[in-house]
């Protein structure tokens, strides 16, 4: 089962910060997520969401093990 965390505008959309998912890959998670609501898959994949595996930052596909910890982080923004 993975942690999965949500900051910034994503958790805001969404309604939530920190949910547990079972998922056994990143594509099946942001799958569960958006077939659950579908405005939140859809930014999920936005550009320039970032997503971290365990605190480390990915790009494209990833296992997920039990007890991973998946935070999906959106662009930063300000000055």
């Known amino acids: 089962m993975a942690r999965v965390l949500l900051f910034g505008r994503l958790a805001d959309l ?10 056994s890959s990143l594509a099946s998670l942001r799958d569960l997520l958006a077939a659950g609501d ?8 936005g550009p320039g969401v970032q997503v971290a595996v365990d ?10 093990a039990a007890a991973t910890e998946v935070a999906f982080l959106p662009p930063m923004s300000g000055g």
């Open 14 to 23: 969404a309604g939530w910060r920190d949910r547990l998912v079972e998922a």
């Open 38 to 45: 579908a405005a939140l898959g859809e930014a999920l994949t």
């Open 55 to 64: 605190k480390v930052v990915v790009r494209g596909e990833a296992s997920l």
